[in-house]
């Protein structure tokens, strides 16, 4: 659910570095992973580096804060006692020209210094894995996660024309119609919010098709660029390779029934495997992991795609599972209840007060409240996951706070106006203070409980409401499928929240994360766990370390691998370089892509598992356990 690059926005707009990204150390990576050669060039004047520092730091605090208002202003408040007219004028190259030429050339200068003391050949690991003789293999089909899909205006109407074929999210245009045209842009790019589809007027988004679609964020901001490239290296192209799009802001059933996405992700697979004769290599990210899981369920049922349950063990060889939310992501509640989350909270005075000329909190609430695919990754299985008010199975020894209470209300003269939520208690809360049409939207779309027996999991594959959750349904009757669970540990993301009541008149919502509360393992209202910066660990890994394991969830005996990667940053890289564990920046890491090509050549039995976090330890502290022992 993040912005991508709304985490080095955030540390620009601050004017300096944020806490450290691990609260522990962290086991060093398998020697089979990938490495990065020394720099050869390191700068060790020390007044250089001083002057250069000063330089750097200047440079970000005028452009966090010009490019931040825009980027994201997705996520920040408005009053109606700010206004900037002016705005209505910009442009980006306007924005250019009333820059000084000097501040222009210094931040070129830098940029370009720290692209060569940071840049590593976004090739080299398909080169090394050519020349031990690695070659194209399966054919492989990509799902990007939520957000990192252009989505592109076809409207013809009056109010769309000046719109059409322009990308109004993952583009510069999207910058430019949120600062000049605002109003348009929320209509064009909320759903309806009753029937969860296009909105009315004739306005029409659609996914962007093609490796377009999600390889850069925006000019610049790759997300599965170096992913392509490295396949490209090893014999893909577009023959045997394709990216699935889709429209992530709708509900999984309705990206069926407007866009037929499901019907074309099958044709899609099995074309793949007719003209190759191979089986197929699904790469999945974030959300697209849960978008894959929901697929499983729709292609085997005869009301869906009606394969039958021999039909992914039929074309599919492997599934790479790369950051995948297959439990939700705990940041998606507050986004809906009060249109916040951690990259807000930690903002300060200044960058707040510039952000809040664009979208208030209750239009960024709004925003995503009409956005029901958000809402697939509200957190799944409840209290027996996530823990109770006292005790969370991820708490660690002294911890002053634990996680199970996670909407924590501050008390206010004496007295609270609300008591602490559990996970549970929270989604109860946030369907009684939400609008009847968003809470329709979600309870028709989605299920978050726990199946405890093989009869409840058997009779939940008839109800597409429960697809897309791994706790009420089992993995495909593939018993020669191939699971391998990718994913980042060791930066910090977040856990629960603390909230207090709203103090602004302006504002319809009446609470907002307490910001000025700090202390202890609470950074501005926020608590923070182990994760990969946007989505927990127990969502990250408790499915592929335990829970399908167990035989209700997983009857056929699908093999599952799992390799964790610690982050461990290049501090002089934006993006971390090639040993990042972000959500995001890890589809660059160069170990990853090392994975995923050997997997794609058929070598995937070459990959050893990899677990250095303490998943396997949290996974047993949760009450979910084989039917016999339930019973």
Not at 36 to 64: E, M, Q
Request: net charge neutral; charged share 20%; hydrophobic share 35%.
């Amino acid at each position: 659910m993040e912005v991508p690059g709304m985490s080095s926005i955030r540390r620009r707009l601050l004017g300096g570095n944020t806490p450290s990204d691990s609260s522990r150390e962290t086991t060093p990576p398998k020697a089979e992973e990938v490495r990065l050669a020394p720099v050869s060039k390191i700068i060790t004047d020390s007044s250089h580096k001083t002057k250069t520092r000063k330089r750097r730091n200047g440079l970000i605090f005028v452009l966090g804060g010009l490019f931040g208002i825009v980027v994201a202003g997705f996520f920040a408040g408005r009053s109606d006692l700010i206004d900037f007219p002016e705005f209505s004028e910009l442009s980006m190259d306007s924005l250019m020209d009333v820059l000084p030429a000097s501040f222009v050339k210094n931040a070129r200068d830098l940029a370009q210094g720290e692209r060569e003391a940071v840049n590593y050949d976004s090739f080299s690991v398909g080169l090394k894995l050519m020349a031990q003789g690695v070659k194209a293999h399966h054919p492989v089909i990509m799902v990007p996660g939520v957000i990192s899909t252009g989505l592109e205006s076809w409207g013809t109407t009056n109010s769309s024309r000046q719109y059409f074929r322009k990308r109004l999210w993952g583009s510069w245009s999207m910058m430019r119609a949120l600062v000049t045209d605002k109003e348009g842009w929320k209509r064009h790019i909320m759903l309806d919010k009753n029937t969860g589809m296009d909105p009315p007027g004739g306005i029409k988004l659609r996914a962007a098709q093609g490796f377009d679609a999600a390889d850069f964020f925006i000019t610049g901001y790759w997300i599965w660029s170096k992913i392509l490239e490295n396949l490209a290296t090893i014999g893909y192209d577009p023959t045997n390779s394709f990216t699935a799009a889709y429209d992530w802001r709708l509900s999984y059933a309705n990206l069926e029934v407007r866009d037929q996405y499901f019907t074309r992700l099958k044709m899609y697979i099995e074309m793949a495997y007719q003209v190759a004769d191979k089986k197929v290599v699904l790469i999945s990210h974030s959300m697209g992991s849960q978008v894959l899981f929901y697929f499983f369920h729709w292609v085997a049922v005869a009301d869906g795609g009606g394969g039958g349950d021999s039909w992914v063990d039929d074309h599919v060889d492997s599934w790479i599972n790369i950051s995948g939310c297959m439990l939700g992501a705990l940041k998606g509640l507050p986004a809906v209840l009060s249109g916040e989350m951690k990259d807000t909270a930690q903002l300060n005075a200044f960058a707040v007060y510039g952000l809040e000329s664009f979208l208030s909190r209750e239009e960024r609430a709004e925003i995503f409240r009409a956005m029901p695919g958000i809402s697939s990754m509200l957190p799944i299985g409840g209290d027996t996951i996530w823990g109770n008010s006292t005790w969370a199975p991820d708490d660690l020894p002294g911890q002053n706070v634990s996680y199970g209470p996670f909407l924590n209300f501050k008390y206010q003269n004496g007295t609270s106006f609300a008591r602490n939520y559990t996970v549970t208690e929270s989604l109860e809360y946030l369907f009684n203070v939400t609008e009847p049409w968003f809470v329709n939207q979600i309870k028709r779309s989605y299920s978050n409980g726990i199946a405890h027996t093989t009869a409840e999991v058997d009779a939940n594959e008839k109800d597409p409401r429960k697809w897309i959750n791994p706790l009420e349904t089992r993995l495909p009757l593939a018993p020669n499928l191939k699971i391998y669970c990718f994913y980042g540990i060791g930066k910090p993301a977040e856990r629960s929240y603390f909230y207090r009541k709203s103090d602004s008149p302006l504002s319809n919502l009446n609470i907002t994360i307490d910001t000025a509360l700090t202390q202890g393992n609470i950074n501005h209202g926020v608590v923070l766990g182990e994760g990969d910066g946007t989505v927990n660990l127990l969502s990250l890994g408790y499915m592929c370390n335990k829970g399908w394991n167990l035989h209700r969830y997983n009857p056929a005996g699908v093999k599952v691998k799992v390799y964790e990667m610690p982050h461990e940053p290049d501090r002089f890289s934006p993006r971390g370089g090639p040993n990042t564990g972000d959500h995001v920046d890890i589809l660059g890491r160069q170990s990853l892509n090392d994975l995923i090509l050997r997997v794609a050549a058929g070598r995937g039995d070459e990959i050893g598992e990899n677990v250095v976090s303490d998943i396997v330890k949290y996974s047993e502290r949760v009450e979910v356990r084989e039917e016999e022992e339930w019973l």
